[in-house]
Nanobody, 122 residues
Framework: QLVESGGGSVQAGGSLRLSCAAS????????MGWFRQAPDSQREGVAR????????YYADSVKGRFIITRDKARDLVYLQMNGLQPEDTGVYYC?????????????????RGQGTQVTVSS
């Protein structure tokens, strides 16, 4: 089970931090990530992290602005979003997957949360 929190509304240039609490995962390492969906747009994988190694991946659209981290002991994953722009507006979903060597595209992760709204105004 995945539960997101931390969405909200900010002005352009602002910051938000999303949190995702995972429960029911007994593997020593698995993959967690975030994807988003804006109105009338396709889903976009934003970032992912391997919880054991801490290896990360970012979409080019957020690289240098967003940071994904994990609290392994508490099964929490965070997405720190800085320099937010109106094009970052959308519903952000936390997702998880078992680790198969390396993490695959976050859009392929089978477990997903309910999503949290992020709105950035200009």
């Amino acid at each position: 089970q995945l539960v997101e929190s931390g969405g909200g509304s900010v002005q352009a240039g602002g910051s938000l931090r999303l949190s995702c609490a995972a429960s029911g995962y007994t593997y020593s390492s698995y993959c967690m990530g975030w994807f988003r969906q804006a109105p009338d747009s396709q889903r976009e994988g934003v970032a992912r992290i391997a919880t054991g190694s801490g290896n990360t991946y970012y979409a080019d659209s957020v690289k240098g602005r967003f940071i994904i981290t994990r609290d392994k002991a508490r099964d929490l994953v965070y997405l720190q979003m800085n320099g937010l722009q109106p094009e970052d507006t959308g519903v952000y979903y936390c997702a998880a997957d078992q680790l198969y060597g390396t993490c695959r595209d976050v859009l392929e992760f089978p477990a997903r949360g309910q999503g949290t709204q992020v709105t950035v105004s200009s």
